[in-house]
T-cell receptor, first 116, second 112 residues
């Protein structure tokens, strides 16, 4: 149990295009999902908290107009990187919180974004 | 300011050589402390959650313990497949936003 999936696992796009990443909780309902960014050999950096049915809460320094987050259902959150540039290239990871399992948080496998 | 510090940054062990990873934390209140394992190019894999000082949890060769200031991840007789980065994170109180504060991780290499 407690499986989180992400799609796609990797994506290569041209500068200026938008990319959508999906995060799904497969066997539990997640009222809260989180989006992280990870640079090589570094720890996870929280970008935003996504609550089902409400606007996402962004961390300081994260551009909300560039990283659009939608949490339309209890099992799906999406991150759209708008007008992507090479500096947006990174490993993006989502997590979902299972309130039924003592508040534990489970992570997806990550999405590798490369912007050319 | 809430903070999590892991040590050492990197650890090399011979197969069978037991050791411990440290996670020191400073938070106004602790809602939970989490250990994850991350393999290169993959998302973190959940290992343990600890909620109160004195609590211990075990899974195969791993044992996590918690005090009021730090947590240890003990690895007994490690095998090469235990090689990974181990991440510690805390969820601070008050509030229940679910936000995790991560340490920088300890990269473990176990040689056969």
């Amino acid at each position: 149990g407690a499986v989180v999936s992400q799609h796609p696992s990797w994506v290569i796009c041209k500068s200026g295009t938008s990319v959508k990443i999906e995060c799904r909780s497969l066997d539990f309902q997640a009222t809260t999902m989180f989006w992280y960014r990870q640079f090589p050999k570094q720890s996870l950096m929280l970008m935003a908290t996504s609550n089902e049915g409400s606007k996402a809460t962004y961390e300081q320094g994260v551009e909300k107009d560039k990283f659009l987050i939608n949490h339309a259902s209890l099992t799906l959150s999406t991150l759209t990187v708008t007008s992507a540039h090479p500096e947006d290239s990174s490993f993006y990871i989502c997590s979902a919180r299972d309130l039924g399992l003592h508040n534990e948080q489970f992570f997806g496998p990550g999405t590798r974004l490369t912007v050319l | 300011e809430d903070q999590v510090t892991q040590s050492p940054e990197a650890l090399r062990l011979q197969e069978g050589e037991s050791s411990s990873l440290n996670c020191s934390y400073t938070v106004s209140g602790l809602r939970g402390l989490f250990w994850y394992r991350q393999d290169p190019g993959k998302g973190p894999e959940f290992l343990f959650t600890l909620y109160s000082a004195g609590e211990e949890k075990e899974k195969e060769r791993l044992k996590a313990t918690l005090t009021k200031k730090e947590s240890f991840l003990h690895i007994t007789a490690p095998k090469p497949e235990d090689s990974a980065t181990y991440l510690c994170a805390v969820q601070a109180a008050p509030g229940n936003t679910g936000k995790l504060i991560f340490g920088q991780g300890t990269t473990l290499q176990v040689k056969p």
